[in-house]
C-alpha cells in the first residue's frame, strides 16, 4: 500500500505546495524537482515536505501548526486546544461553560492564567 500523502497541487509542473487537511492553508512549496517519472518527483517532494507538516495520530489528516494539537499529537478537530473548565481548579466549584471567573472565589478560569 502507498504511503498517505498530504494534499497538494503541482505548480508549474515541477514544483509541489502541500496543504493543510483542515484549514486548506498551505504550510509547504518545494523547490523544483527535477527527473524521473511524475511518481518520483512527487514521492522526492513528500520526502522534503513530510517533516514540515504534522499528522493527527487519530484521524489520520496532515495539519499545519495552528490546526495540531502538540500536546496530544492530534488535531485540534480531535483534541481542541482547551476543553471548558466544568470545575474551578481553585476551589472546586461547579461552574457554567460561559463562565470566565468562578462565582464562588473570583479566579480566572482559562488554564493558561492559572
Known amino acids: 500500500m502507498p504511503e498517505k500523502i498530504a494534499s497538494y497541487k503541482i505548480i ?15 504550510v ?4 523544483p524537482i527535477e527527473g524521473g517519472t511524475p511518481e518520483e518527483r512527487l514521492k522526492r517532494a513528500w520526502k522534503i515536505a513530510k517533516p514540515e ?3 493527527c495520530k487519530k484521524c489520520g489528516r496532515f495539519v499545519c501548526d495552528a490546526m495540531y494539537n502538540a500536546d496530544t499529537f ?4 480531535c483534541s481542541p486546544w482547551e476543553n471548558p473548565p466544568k470545575f ?16 464562588s472565589c473570583g479566579s ?3 488554564y493558561e492564567e492559572v
Open 108 to 110: 480566572a478560569l482559562r
Open 12 to 26: 508549474n509542473g515541477n514544483r509541489y505546495s502541500f496543504f493543510c487537511d483542515l484549514s486548506g492553508a498551505r
Open 53 to 55: 507538516i504534522s499528522r
Open 88 to 103: 474551578c481548579r481553585h476551589c472546586g466549584s461547579k461552574v457554567s461553560i460561559s463562565d470566565t471567573f468562578c462565582t
Open 28 to 31: 509547504f512549496i518545494t523547490e
Open 74 to 77: 492530534m488535531c485540534v478537530d
